[in-house]
């Protein structure tokens, strides 16, 4: 059998990236491999999604039960446990519980790191058999090793993330992290049951040609971001005709895609959302993590994403991300720079 060794794994990755730094301890490696562990499973249960009516009238029911929708309280089980058994992770947040939890076991106490997550987006396409993701950030926690974690840890700003990253369970499944040195994709090769570098180094385009906006919002949306919508339907044929609008309304899928070909997704405020829909610490700031290490924007509309102090777990903000020409583009009349 012929090994092709150009391929490597999540775990011979982020062991060679160690490599380069004589100092580290391995605790981001491990929490990565914990993280893709979950994936995993998650993974085999999505897969199994449609089953789960045919499955339960044979008495075979999965572990999520009887409601597909189950599927983002087993995810985020799932993430917890490998966590909080791992080495690395002293507690989480997550969109499924209110608070956060400090695992506070002597292990966990002494771990570096704290992770904030959402198990499942866009959970709510599962039945229609629609991709959907798992969105991570990772935080050194900042009291004091030795003890539990408490809520300053938690509520950081996102450019204090050490890595961010997303699984997409599609049509094939992925897991993306980026940490200050790079985004790195990695593609579940179920023959071998790893994580595999597929999509080394990425770079989101400095311009794209697709836009993602739920439409069905734009009488809700304020004026500039209604100009800007029309701008993207109208650039004539002189600079390549008019963007191209692509929304699945999985967040993970519409922003996977749009960091690989180059794109803008936006979520505005509207008038029954006046503050957003989506959530800073495990949607928002993740995204807007990678994709300026990929060479993307994110703001609020105002401020960048990562810049913003959270004042809660559970915070919404309107959130644009993606290519920094196009995201330019959109400032000009966010600010009111391009007129009526
Ligand atoms: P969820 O956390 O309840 O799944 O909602 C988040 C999802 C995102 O995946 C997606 O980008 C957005 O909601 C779509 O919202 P809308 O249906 O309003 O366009
Ligand atoms: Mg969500």
Redo the contacts with the bound molecule.
């Keep these: 059998m012929i090994v092709n060794r150009q391929i490597r794994t999540l775990d011979e990755f982020t062991i060679q990236q160690l490599r380069d730094f004589p100092n580290a301890t391995g605790e981001l490696s491990s929490l990565l491999r914990d993280i893709g562990l979950a994936a995993k499973r998650v993974n085999v249960e999505v897969s199994k999604a449609g089953l789960v009516d045919i499955l339960g009238d044979a008495n075979l029911v999965n572990v999520q039960g009887e409601d597909v929708k189950k599927l983002d309280i087993y995810a985020n089980t799932q993430l917890m446990g490998v966590l909080k058994h791992g080495i690395s992770c002293a507690g989480i947040a997550s ?1 499924e519980f209110d608070d956060f939890i400090a695992f506070n076991d002597p292990v966990s106490n002494q771990s570096k790191y704290v992770v904030l997550f ?1 198990p499942l ?2 959970s709510s396409n599962i039945d229609a058999n629609v991709s959907i993701g798992t ?1 991570f950030g990772v935080y050194r926690r900042v009291s004091e090793k030795g003890s539990p974690v408490t809520r300053e840890d938690f509520l950081q700003p996102g450019i204090r993330q050490v890595a961010a990253g997303y699984i997409v369970y599609g049509s094939s499944t992925m897991l993306v992290y980026a940490t200050r040195r790079g985004v790195n994709g990695f593609t579940l090769d179920p023959s071998i049951g790893e994580f595999s570098l597929s999509h080394p180094d990425i770079k989101c385009p400095p311009h794209g040609r697709i836009y993602s906006v739920n439409h069905g919002n734009f009488h809700r949306f304020e004026r500039g971001v209604q100009q800007y919508i029309d701008h993207c339907q109208r650039k004539d044929e002189t600079n390549g005709g008019p963007y191209t609008q692509r929304y699945i309304g999985s ?1 993970v899928s519409d922003l996977h895609r749009n960091l690989i070909k180059g794109g803008i997704f936006l979520y505005p405020v509207t008038t029954d959302m006046p503050g957003g829909k989506l ?1 800073l610490m ?2 928002c700031n993740p995204f807007a993590f990678i994709l300026e290490v990929a060479g993307g924007r994110a703001t609020d509309g105002k401020r960048r994403i990562l810049d913003i102090q959270p004042t809660g777990l559970h915070q919404r903000e309107p959130f644009f991300i993606g290519s920094r020409g196009m995201m330019d583009e959109l400032d000009s009349f966010l600010d009111g720079a391009v007129p009526a």
């Design positions: 969109e959402d987006d866009g969105i967040l959530r495990y949607e």
